[in-house]
């Protein structure tokens, strides 16, 4: 007779900080992450926070040209923007957590393929290396998105 017995995803007992973004850019809650990316409490606070950080720092340096030229405008956080005739209210808040939230996600799938050595943990890798990409992708577009660019580069030879 065999027992199966589910570890279930406990809950971490304790609250996620926010994480203090530069003041143009909203502040980042990593339950909000969590919530919109399906991510359980297997995956710990500290993780989350360190991920979160990166991304946040990548995103930023990427946008760094297209923020400071809206503070340069007078638009001093990313609310006080004005929104597109073609765009719904709140875009380019919605975008810009896209963008630090895939990034996030993509550089968690890498750190756990890296978790089992073993044959089945190399195969595992290669698995997720193709959503990894497409997170990747994803917060490419949302930052395409954020600064009127299409989202890929044609040139003729």
Do not use: C
């Not at 990427?62 to 597109?84: D, F, H, S």
């Amino acid at each position: 007779m065999s027992s199966f017995i589910s570890a279930g995803t406990p809950s971490s007992g304790t609250a996620e900080q926010t994480i203090q973004n530069n003041g143009f850019w909203p502040d980042i809650q990593p339950s909000d992450f969590r919530e919109r990316h399906r991510l359980d409490s297997t995956i710990t606070s500290a993780r989350i926070e360190s991920a979160l950080l990166a991304a946040m720092a990548t995103v930023n340096r990427v946008l760094r040209n297209w923020q400071a030229a809206k503070v340069e405008a007078g638009y001093l956080t990313v609310g006080a923007l004005p929104i597109p005739v073609w765009q719904a209210p709140g875009v380019f808040r919605g975008l810009y957590l896209r963008a630090v939230f895939s990034t996030a996600h993509a550089s968690l799938i890498e750190r756990y393929a890296d978790f089992d050595a073993t044959n089945s943990g190399h195969e595992r890798g290669e698995q997720l290396a193709d959503p990894a990409d497409g997170y990747r992708r994803d917060a490419s577009w949302a930052i395409s998105e954020i600064e009127g660019r299409p989202h890929s580069t044609v040139e003729l030879i």
